[in-house]
């Protein structure tokens, strides 16, 4: 039966489902024999999920188990307990765990403690009463329940550090012994004395000793004393070396010991092996929180870092680079960010980059050029990764360029803005996001300083409409700025002509499906037929910076309400103070908010909606552009009254507003970042007067002047940054240097000098050293590893690489010893996959049975993968130097 | 929890043992299994043990044919884990006496009973050999 039972073990391992034997597995549980007992409980930890039916079943069994004098059987009922009993019967079983804390033998503790740690993981709720038996075991005699104690005290320190300051002395004084090896022998590790232990008292210490300088204290020479006695040479100490380091940077700093930990990160960085190095980026980043300096040092490291092939590598880099980014070096680090997103193709971390540049970009962008190019790039890249709020901060920093001052500058911006959309927009495969930025910058900026034709514009803009029908936001931005376009042209005094791809998408939209793209359609038509005066006042050049004028208070409709007043209405109570007159209020409501859309419609249209969550589109202020109704249409009702008189505000609308300020705000806050004077001065404004303010601004700032005005200058200087920043990257390996040149420029040329010799000794010594690696060895011993029976298409692959080597000879004994092997198969098949199952079958024979030559071909038609086989078995050659380096008798039965 | 699951792989990507801390459906750990396995199967030996996956981390050592693939959490020591897969292996080496990869089909459920003294609830509880074989032997004696 055990033999079954772990054959269906097998079978959900290799991912088939073996429900139908599920209860076998419980039945078992049930036996008299140990062995049987324990497998039983091991298949069913296996199976089950804590919220099985069968669990039920179990719980019994356990519950009997957990009362056996056989301190084996309780030990596998604890084992279960660990998995399989959910919050439901944590209540039936809670109470024998607990009275087995206290049973003789340690293993049992032992396994009682996690138990329990496991109940507190689960519901914390049934077990808070226990919590104090805990620190209780940690005096235990056993090193084992000890160290098992120290899990459940790092949960419980996690959630709240200072019910257990006053442990901080005995684990310390436990650190202290365990690193002067007072506990037993077979503790050690490698020489060194529990270090599992050790590492996890670190942690907790690390977590004691944060923010808290009096416990930080008790620490320090517990810590010190680690670090000089850690023995560098082996990874279990550098692992105690790195919690060190971590634990240093959490702690309150000490000068002292900040200055071992430099050193210890100086030789994980030094070191030739890859984990090291990650482990020193690591801690670098840690440590560079606290004392910026030291990275000074090390930025070699980090460059050969970045420059690895080695992916993981790589980003653990990134990371550090981006908690190191400062506005010095923002554009290196930036740049090499987006490259290596380029050359990534898993999408969950192309967003982790993509957001990542972004929030550099906008933190520390030296430029708005700079800035814009980046996004470009982001953009285009990324593509539809990037959160959509990002798209509308670009769009407004176009917009509202550098500030008032400085109308040049914005318009300089804009056209190379206009440039560089209209190099990007024929390109075939653009997210959605950034066409939208797109046509809203052709639409509002294309033609402003005449240097491109409208014709030219609305072609390329109706291209992009066509080119993307499937997607209606792209649709309707396009189409607005048509719109735009063609109405800045009239206002100028232009003749103008549709173009006739122009006027068959407005044919086309004016029947769309999407009602909105239908009313943008007509609204474009109705528009074209206005004079031109009339255009002027319906689309002023240059208006999305303006705001419109929203008033929160809704005096306009207090007559409305008044009068409804008079006429027996109940006055509207706010939100938050009202109770039971839900009914009227929400009467009111919809009264309310029919008016306001009423007279806000056009804007509601202006703007396509999915990029911003508004619940009424209506009085959302967009950053794009806001055609300022009031002036033109004028509506009786809508007039800014100054003096609210009626102080109460119906729901819906004081919702909206408040939405709409918070817009406003947020975006504020964007805009400070840019370091503009009359933004951040707008902002610490109070919300309400925040619009006054903004509109303002604004109007002193981009009066239509701003619209036609120098095209030359702006481009120039774009070329010439980007050409800097290339040779920059080129010449240079980039990241770190940027940070050298702040300190002192010399510093710059050596770096590259030394990375060049350093990557090239690098390719010198590589293939020297795998050679020398894999000599002594002889090249068969680790295929040998292998089950041969498997696949023949391994034990084919594996010859032509040691005929490569001219290695003939050994190659025809590993398949001798191969085909000894093999014969085995039989058995091994029943374990095998079920589909190399029928294969290795039918191969093995004739395989095996004729040596080298027939094998050839055989490789020779399987293609593609003969490359890989060999890449294959150069990595087994290397892969297997170590472990059997490191302990001989690994495996030394299969080397014969 | 520090660990959240160990799995061992050979070569052609079979798995060998799997042992979960946190509960996924057969589908996801097929799925995972494929993604990790092939994600460590084509890097070489200069490059760091550490692989990022989705959430975990997944610290990787080879044996001959045997990949020991252990995925933890970001607060995880990934050089700790790195010790402890080989402390693993030097436990499995001391019961079966030069273990390989046929000693772990064959005897799948001591693999495990190992498994299950060395780590509780994704925790690693027990590092002395010796108390880690005890209950073992003892249970080899009685059968």
Known sequence: MKEYIIRLVYIEMLGHDASFGYIHAVKMTHDDSLYLKRTGYLAVTLFLNEDHDLIILIVN????????????????????????????????????????????????????????????????????????????????????????????????????VNPYKDLVASFVNILKQVAERRLPKTYDYHQTPAPFIQIKLLKILALLGSGDKKSSEQMYTVIGDIMRKSDTAS???????????????????????????????????????????????????????????????????????????????????????????????????????IDY???????????????????????FAPSNHWFIQTMNKVFQHAGDLVNPKVAHNLMRLIAEGFGEDDDTADSQLRMSAVESYLKIVDEPKLPSAFLQVICWVLGEYGTADGKYSASYISGKLCDVAEAHSSDDTVKAYAVTALMKVYCFEKAAGRKTTLLPECQSLLEELSASHSADLQQRAYEFRAI?????????????????????????????LDNYVQKAIEQGAEPYIPENERSGTLNISKIRNHNAYEISTHSLRFEAYEVPKPVVPAKIPSTVTYPTDLVPVTATISEPSYQPSVQPTWPLVPVSDAGSALG?????????????????????????????????????????????????????????????????????????FGGTTSRSERKQSGKVSRTTNHGEDKVQSATVTVPITTAAQAQPHPPDLLDLGEPVGYTSSYSSTVDPFKQLEGLLDLSQDVNAT???????PDLMSLYSDADTNGNSNQNLNPVNGSVNPSKKPALLTKGPSLKDALDKDALVRQMGVNPTGQNPNLFSDLLG | MGIRFILMVNKQGQTRLAQYYEYLTLEERRTLEGEIVRKCLARNEQQCSFV?????????????????????????????????????????????????????????????????EMVMNGCIVETSKNNILAPIQLMDKAS
């Open chain 1, 61 to 160: 069994t356990i519950q009997k188990d957990l009362k056996s004098d056989n301190y084996l059987v309780v030990c596998a009922a604890l084992n279960a307990c660990c998995k399989l009993i959910n919050e439901e019967t944590i209540p039936a079983v809670v109470q024998q765990v607990v009275d087995l804390l206290g049973h003789a033998k340690e293993a049992v503790r032992k396994k009682a403690v996690m138990v329990l740690h496991r109940f507190f993981q689960k519901s914390p709720g049934s077990v808070n009463h226990l919590v104090s038996n805990f620190p209780k075991r940690l005096s235990d005699n056993d090193p084992g329940v000890m160290g098992a104690t120290l899990f459940p005290l790092y949960d419980l320190i996690t959630i709240d």
């Open chain 1, 235 to 337: 990874n279990i100490g550098n692992a105690i070396l790195y919690e060190c380091i971590c634990c240093i940077s959490s702690i309150q700093p000490s000068p002292k010991l900040l200055e071992t930990a430099a050193d210890a990160i100086a030789n994980f960085l030094k070191s030739d092996s890859h984990n090291l190095k990650y482990m020193g980026i690591d801690a670098l980043g840690r440590l560079i929180q606290i004392s910026p300096d030291i990275a000074e040092q090390h930025q070699l490291a980090v460059i050969d870092c970045l420059e690895d092939p080695d992916d993981t590598l790589k980003r653990k880099t990134f990371e550090l680079l981006y908690k190191m980014t400062k506005s010095s070096n923002v554009e290196v680090i930036v740049d090499r960010m």
């Open chain 1, 341 to 363: 997103m380029i050359s990534i193709n898993d999408n969950h971390y192309k967003t982790e980059t993509a957001s990542r540049c972004v929030e550099l970009a906008e933190q």
């Open chain 1, 528 to 556: 074209l037929d206005l004079d031109a005066n009339a255009i002027e006042n319906i689309m002023p050049l240059d208006a999305s910076c303006e705001d419109i004028e929203i008033d929160t208070s809704l005096s306009f």
């Open chain 1, 660 to 732: 709409s300020t918070e817009l406003k705000l947020r975006l504020d806050g964007v805009q400070k970042k840019w370091g503009k004077p009359t933004y951040s001065s707008g902002a610490s404004s109070s919300s309400t007067s925040n619009f006054e303010l903004d509109r303002n601004t604004v109007n002193g700032a981009t009066k239509p002047d701003t619209a036609i005005s120098k095209p030359r200058e702006p481009r120039q200087s774009h070329v010439e940054v980007s050409e800097e920043k290339q040779k920059l990257a080129a010449s240079l």
């Open chain 1, 818 to 824: 191969a085909a000894g092997t093999s014969n085995g």
């Open chain 2, 52 to 116: 990022e996956h989705r959430t975990y981390k997944i610290v990787y050592r080879r044996y001959a044919s045997l990949f020991f693939l252990v995925g933890v959490d970001n607060e995880e020591n990934e050089l700790a884990i790195l010790e402890f897969i080989h402390l693993l292996v030097e436990t499995m080496d001391r019961h079966f006496g030069n273990v390989c990869e046929l000693d772990i089909m064959f005897h799948l459920e001591k693999a495990h009973f190992m498994l299950e």
